[in-house]
């Protein structure tokens, strides 16, 4: 069955970075869309990021210019580049798929920004 793994997160002080990485199995990963989501306590899970099979991207108006979502397909990894993080930033960052017109997704990795 499919599955999703993300790694890479943890605490970093406000203007830090952090590489968060997803593999992917049971699924071919380079006809999948993959995102990044992220969802803080109380809150709902909001978009990130996504790169289509193509390699196009799009970002949140939040991230952009901060944050770079890659793939590298002969890996089945994505990955989220994060830069001059924000306190703001912290969430639970979740990889998701969406392959065969169904939805995929990871277990989620905590990101905290704080001094």
Do not use: H
């Amino acid at each position: 069955q499919v599955q999703l793994v993300e790694s890479g997160g943890g605490l970093v002080q406000p203007g830090g970075s952090l590489r968060l990485s997803c593999v992917a199995s049971g699924m071919t990963f380079s006809s999948a869309a993959m995102y990044w989501y992220r969802q803080s306590p109380e809150k709902q899970r909001n978009f990130v990021a996504t790169v289509a099979s193509s390699g196009a991207t799009t970002y949140d108006d939040s991230v952009k210019g901060r944050f770079t979502i890659s793939r590298d397909n002969a890996k089945n990894t994505v990955y989220l580049q994060m830069n001059s993080l924000k306190p703001e930033d912290t969430a639970v960052y979740y990889c998701e798929a969406f392959w065969r017109g169904y939805d995929y997704w990871g277990q989620g990795t905590q990101v905290t920004v704080s001094s």
